[in-house]
């Protein structure tokens, strides 16, 4: 059973740096792609980063470009997203999944999520 458990979230001011983790338990097998979404109140959820299984692919939101870095160490089944240079804009919940069986910027293509971890950025 695919349980995904996000950490790292927390309160932090502009400029800082933040390393959200994504643990994937309960899976042996399978290759699968890893998105990073975030949402915050009162707005849609928002496609944040991706990364192909084997870590050669891995794509970006147009407003974390150059900020944000998603990689993977698949031996311990986790997903990194390092933060930089964060903005109050980027305040929301963050949120990890996986199985995309539609286009990766989709929410609604992955199968799993995770229960999200909040970051809250300040001026």
């Known amino acids: 059973q695919v349980q995904l458990v996000e950490s790292g979230g927390g309160s932090v001011q502009a400029g800082g740096s933040l390393r959200l983790s994504c643990e994937d338990s309960g899976r042996t097998s399978d290759k699968y792609t890893t998105g990073w979404f975030r949402q915050a109140p009162g707005k849609e959820r928002e496609f944040v980063a991706a990364?192909?299984?084997?870590?050669?692919?891995?794509y970006y939101g147009d407003s974390v470009k150059g900020r944000f870095a998603i990689s993977r160490d698949n031996a311990k089944n986790t997903v990194f997203l390092q933060m930089n240079s964060l903005k109050p804009d980027d305040t929301a919940v963050y949120y990890c999944?996986?199985?995309?069986?539609?286009?990766?910027?989709?929410?609604?293509?992955?199968?799993?999520w995770g229960q999200g971890t909040q970051v809250t950025v300040s001026s």
């Open positions: 999944a996986t199985d995309p069986r539609g286009p990766y910027y989709f929410p609604s293509s992955y199968q799993y």
């Open positions: 990364i192909t299984w084997g870590g050669g692919r891995s």
